[in-house]
């Protein structure tokens, strides 16, 4: 039928205000008096970041609630987003799996509150490539930052560790469990949306990459060294089953889309009262010093060595 049957079939539907029913090459957005524009973008790759059998309902709501977790990072409210997706020909990627895949945007578009703005197609030779850029806005000045940990401040997550990584060892059939939960978890993350926590925290960024390289980040950005404990992460009772033969996959494993956050002890009190008000777990596990890197101390507090620190695309 061509692209813009294409668009105007699956994607016009998603379309909301400033979008011009996808008819124009471009779109416009409103942001409020005294807010400021906060942007995001993830690109998501088959074979990489979803399996080509993964239901395209999933690989839909995964695509959008990544760039959610970016946002929440930030202390941004997401409004709108772009979509450009590059379909191989030739493949499964027909009008059925379209058909569920823009269900699965239409039904994190309602529990977000979000619409579509715009975007691009294209044919790709191999394979399929998904892109969602995210804007979402913020009162002007108080987008929360990665350089902001300071010594003494407490390190804190949002939610567990290690569901998604051993979710995708199943998928890759490396884990032998009855456990849907965990496979659960690698296809649709929970991003932390709705927290205000400016003012409260000193820096924040989501675990994307696994929590050893995204603390990283944080302890460089902000001139600091991170100790985490081994023994305070918060593991559900179906991951801790697996620390025997997966420890280092859990300990390092990405896609858990949780709020990594350091918060000065004059705020802890603050910080854990607004994640019991919004109902979203929090536990500190660990702490922020003078100095450089991250160590991981295992329970009986000697530094852990990883073979690796985490996801590297390259």
């Not at 416009?28 to 942007?39: D, I, K, R, S």
């Not at 990665?146 to 890759?172: E, F, M, Y």
């Amino acid at each position: 039928m061509g692209e813009f049957d294409f668009i105007a079939r699956h994607f016009r539907p998603l379309a909301g205000p400033g979008a011009m029913e996808l008819r124009n090459d471009g779109a416009t957005m409103a942001l409020p008096a005294g807010e400021e524009l906060v942007l995001s973008s993830d690109t998501m790759v088959e074979g990489l970041h979803f399996l080509p059998d993964d239901p395209a309902g999933t690989i839909a709501r995964k695509l959008l609630r990544c760039n959610l977790s970016d946002l929440a990072a930030m202390g941004s409210r997401p409004r709108h987003y772009m979509l450009n997706v590059s379909v191989p020909l030739g493949r499964h990627y027909d009008e059925a799996w379209f058909t569920e895949f823009a269900a699965g945007l239409a039904a994190d578009q309602k529990q977000y509150d979000i619409s579509l703005l715009g975007g691009d197609t294209t044919g790709s030779p191999s394979p399929l490539m998904l892109n969602v850029t995210i804007l979402g806005s913020v009162r002007r000045g108080q987008v929360l930052r990665r350089d902001g940990a300071r010594a003494g401040d407490g390190v804190w997550i949002t939610g567990s560790l290690g569901r998604a990584a051993l979710g995708l060892q199943i998928r890759l059939g490396k884990l032998a469990t009855g456990d849907t939960s965990l496979v659960e978890a690698y296809r649709i993350p929970t991003p932390r949306t709705g927290l205000s926590l400016y003012g409260i925290v000193s820096a924040a960024m989501d675990i994307s990459d696994g929590l050893l390289q995204d603390s990283g980040h944080i302890a460089e950005e902000s001139g600091v060294a991170i100790t985490l404990f081994e023994e305070k992460l918060p593991l559900v009772p179906e991951v801790a089953a697996h620390m025997t033969t997966h420890r280092e996959i859990i300990l390092l494993g990405g896609d858990d889309y949780e709020l990594l956050l350091t918060c000065p002890a004059a705020s802890e009190d603050a910080l854990q009262a607004h994640c019991r008000q919004h109902g979203v777990p929090l536990t500190k596990v660990g702490m922020v010093t003078e100095g450089k890197g991250v160590t991981m101390l295992d329970r009986q507090h000697a530094p852990i060595n990883f073979s690796r620190t985490g996801w590297q695309h390259f």
